[in-house]
């Protein structure tokens, strides 16, 4: 586990992420509590979220549907878990090389990941007690420092509004809520 002294010094990678296109590095189901299955292509659907993914189960039923899609930066996760057979741990379904803040990808963003479309919203995404076991208490204040909590280092959530195929490295293209 890493020191706060150690998370800090990694944030100007963290920062360098693209902005404008980024790219998918890992996708993860959780069918049951504890379990991870990386796979090279999940299908979204707005109704199931990540199918055979186990989102539904944990947010009870009704499941929020905001809650569907949690995204993590993979600079981030490779800062937190030092190897990347260790991302999954982190309990995301999606890591991506690309910016998360609040200010790149701002609630109402679509996000365009293979055929399928996701959207941005504002639930905030936080570490939990598992978060502190498998990365540490400096890791946990470290995501959710005010900074890091801007950045979103934690993650971001997004529900699914176009069905559709993600699959490893593709690319992600950003459409940003247009200001009235």
Not at 88 to 102: C, P, R, T, Y
Not at 136 to 165: P, Q, W
Request: some cysteine.
């Amino acid at each position: 586990m890493k020191d706060t002294a150690e998370l800090v010094a990694g944030l100007d990678h963290i920062l360098a992420a693209p902005k404008d296109h980024g790219r998918l590095e890992m996708i993860v189901r959780r069918p049951r509590t504890g379990q991870r299955e990386e796979l090279n292509a999940g299908q979204l659907t707005p109704g199931d979220g990540l199918v055979g993914d186990g989102w539904r189960r944990r947010m009870g039923d009704p499941a929020v549907p905001d809650t569907q899609i949690t995204l993590m930066n993979s600079r981030v996760a490779m800062l937190l878990a030092g190897d990347i057979r260790r991302w999954a741990e982190a309990g995301d379904q999606l890591f991506v090389d690309l910016d998360l803040s609040e200010a790149n990808v701002p609630p109402g963003t679509r996000l365009e990941i293979g055929t399928a479309v996701l959207e941005v919203v504002a639930q905030p995404h936080t570490g939990c007690r598992k978060f502190v076991e498998r990365f540490g208490l400096d890791a946990m204040t470290f995501v959710n420092s005010d900074e890091g909590r801007a950045l979103h280092l934690r993650g971001i959530y997004a529900k699914v509004v176009t069905a559709g195929t993600v699959m490893l490295h593709d690319r992600i293209n950003l459409r940003r809520p247009s200001a009235t």
